[in-house]
């Protein structure tokens, strides 16, 4: 008993909360109670904690005066019954009312939709005729009906759907449709404008005679029957003509159709009738020739049924009338008049008496005396001539001239031509100077000429030379023409000749043009110092060159070798081969080592000897004295030169061989003597100064 007064105690100190769940609960009509009732469920939370107590009951079928047999699914409200929950662990209970909300989900049943069918124009009909609907729970005259009709056209023919929407008092909703067709009763209607009769030719269009209307339809099939007309036969013919609206009403007549002939034959005349010839006669045959065709649209008719009168004069000029008569079986008559113009309608004629070509610079000719005239009705004098048109007799070409003659009647003839103005006179060819081709090369040959016109510019010739004849290639005289042609075509040649020559001499060339040779030598072989001859032209060789020469082979000096090389025209060609005979072999230098003794008097030309072929030797040595006085070896370089200035080099040893010397008061008297004056020297100099 303490424990639970303590467990109270703390109870009371602490923050206790029960919670529900399930509390509203929607059920739908004629639902199971006992489905329901026991989902309401509580929950003992303690200081935000959930405590389960496992002694926890419920009382569910209803405290404090509410039962839970009140609730009847079968009325659609709201039931409220109170649950109690006990925790008796903790000694708490707790009360909560329930809600039970009974309601309507089914939507009302639509039984029947009314289909209506009505006349073009009619009124609207009662859309709530034919219409069935009931509701599960509510009263038929609680249910609200809703129609929409706002797509229906009574004034048009189609199939338009009605909305019918019905709603239970809980706010079901069923939704359906209905139709209403709007059909056409009228056929269409047919009336005749005119009496059916056709002129033959014409093209039979029923709205000409007939007029069609519908109520409602603006286009109709129409269908026309004329199977049994012949449109090309005059006649009476059945025909019907059927009209029929899109709704399939249609409205049949029967009428006659009467073909005949109100059309008179038809002549049609030329565009440009042709103007009769003064003095030419026209027949009745040539006379129809003004008429293009003629025609009825019924009857066959042709030129033999024209009528034709006229009172022509076929001499005089002037205008007529001519009459054209034609009928067809129906007497329908055509009677056209046609104005003819008989005219002069000849030209005069004009002949040339001569060509219209004259030299240029001649003297300008009268060009009306040339011309003949003709007229076929009026005098000649009566013919007027003019001539238009410049040239001049200074400048080639073709001139445009025109010639008319006129005559009274206004005929015209006319030439088209031209004044020629030509040069006939070739131009002039002059050779300048002879020609004469010496490189063997074909070439242009206008320059060795000049070319002149007495009408052109020489700029403006044409010239060539025609050489096809020369060759080139081979010495000779050869015959050529050199020719020019004028602007005019007129053409001169100028037959000459040329000379093929050759005026280039041979080319010769030598191994050198220098050649050395010793003294005394055997003579050269001066043909082997060629190094090639050749020529332009001919074949030359070796054999073809003179060689001149005046060479002294013991004398030293230099001497002039010629040659000269020909070819077969005369040509030559010299070279110059310089050829110095000189002395080239050096002197011969012969010398010994010697040894002398010291303080010995030396000749360094002791014991030398030298020898050259030719002139006098020359011998330079260095160094030219040695001192013999101290004892040593020495080199003497001697150099041998000849006049011709060869030389030869050779070394020699002089060796200086010491003496052993013994000294006496002799011996010192030069050192004393000159001790003795190198003093007397400092006193003089010293008296002087002071």
């Not at 009769?276 to 009857?299: N, T």
């Not at 003839?413 to 490189?439: G, L, M, S």
């Not at 050199?482 to 030598?510: F, H, Q, R, W």
């Amino acid at each position: 008993m303490s424990f639970l007064l303590s467990l109270v105690a703390m109870m009371t100190v602490m923050n206790t909360e029960i919670r529900w769940k399930n509390d509203v609960l929607y059920m739908s009509l004629n639902d199971n109670v006992d489905d329901y009732r026991f989902l309401p469920e509580a929950s003992l939370w303690i200081n935000g904690i959930k405590v389960d107590d496992p002694l926890m009951y419920y009382e569910r079928n209803g405290v404090e005066r509410t039962f839970i047999s009140t609730v009847n699914t079968a009325v659609v409200r709201s039931y409220t019954i109170k649950y109690r929950v006990h925790f008796p662990t903790f000694n708490i209970s707790s009360t909560k009312s329930i809600i039970f909300q009974v309601d309507d989900h089914i939507y009302p049943t639509i039984t029947k939709t009314p289909y209506f069918r009505i006349p073009l124009g009619s009124k609207m009909p009662d859309l709530k005729e034919g219409l069935v609907y009931s509701d599960n729970y509510d009263a038929v005259e609680k249910l609200v009906l809703s129609i929409q009709s706002s797509e229906v056209l009574l004034n048009r023919v189609g199939l338009y759907p009605v909305r019918y929407q019905v709603t239970d008092v809980s706010g079901n909703m069923s939704v359906t449709f209905g139709y209403i067709e709007v059909y056409d009763h009228l056929a269409p209607e047919i009336t005749i404008k005119k009496a059916l009769i056709l002129s033959f030719g014409e093209t039979f269009r029923y709205t000409d005679y007939f007029t069609i209307k519908d109520n409602y339809d603006l286009v109709l099939d129409i269908e026309l029957n004329d199977q049994a007309v012949n449109y090309q036969k005059l006649g009476s013919y059945p025909m019907s003509l059927k009209a029929t609206d899109q709704s399939g009403l249609s409205t049949t007549i029967n009428e006659v159709l009467t073909i005949i002939d109100t059309k008179p034959p038809e002549i049609i005349f030329k565009s440009q009738p042709k103007i009769i010839p003064v003095h030419q006669i026209y027949e009745r045959e040539k006379l129809l020739d003004y008429v293009l065709s003629v025609r009825d649209d019924v009857d066959f008719i042709d030129f033999s049924d024209i009528e034709v009168m006229h009172d022509i004069d076929f001499n005089a000029i002037g205008t007529y009338a001519v009459y054209y008569t034609v009928s067809d079986q129906s007497n329908n008559v055509t009677s056209l008049k046609l104005n003819v113009y008989v005219k002069d309608i000849e030209p005069p004629k004009m002949t040339f008496t001569a060509p219209l070509i004259f030299d240029v610079f001649s003297v300008e000719p009268h060009l009306l005396s040339m011309i003949e005239v003709t007229d076929n009705h009026a005098s000649v004098s009566s013919v007027v001539l003019k001539v238009t048109g410049t040239f001049k007799m200074h400048v080639t070409g073709l001139y445009p001239v025109t010639f008319t003659a006129t005559d009274p009647s206004g005929n015209t003839e006319t030439i088209r031509t031209y004044v020629e103005i030509i040069d006939r006179i070739a131009p002039i060819v002059i050779q300048n100077n002879d020609i004469v081709i010496t490189d063997f090369a074909r070439k242009s040959l206008v320059h060795f000429f000049t070319f002149s016109d007495q009408y052109n510019e020489s700029s403006e010739l044409l010239t060539w030379i025609e050489d096809q004849d020369v060759d080139y290639q081979t010495i000779g005289e050869y015959t050529f023409y050199a020719c020019a042609k004028d602007t005019s075509g007129n053409i001169n040649c100028l037959e000459t000749y040329l000379i093929v020559a050759d005026i280039e001499e041979p080319i010769l060339m030598l191994k050198t043009n220098v050649v050395l040779v010793e003294l005394n030598q055997e003579p050269l072989n001066l043909i082997s110092f060629i190094e090639s001859v050749s020529d332009n032209y001919d074949i030359v060789d070796n054999s073809m060159v003179l060689i001149h020469s005046n060479i002294d082979y013991q004398t030293p000096g230099r001497y002039v070798v010629t040659y000269t090389a020909f070819d077969h025209s005369f040509n030559q060609r010299n070279e110059i081969l310089t050829v110095i005979v000189d002395d080239l072999t050096p002197p011969i230098i012969t010398t010994h080592s010697i040894e002398i003794m010291q303080h010995q008097h030396f000749d360094p030309l002791q014991g030398v000897e030298a020898f050259d072929q030719e002139g006098s030797i020359t011998i330079l040595i260095s160094p030219e004295q040695i001192d013999t006085s101290i004892p040593g070896t020495y080199v003497l370089v001697y150099t041998a030169i000849d006049e011709r200035g060869n030389y030869t080099i050779t070394e020699r040893l002089v060796t200086v061989i010491e003496v052993a010397q013994s000294y006496s008061v002799q011996s010192f008297i030069p050192l004393m003597v000159l001790t003795t004056l190198g003093v007397a020297s400092l006193y003089l100099v010293y008296r002087k100064m002071s």
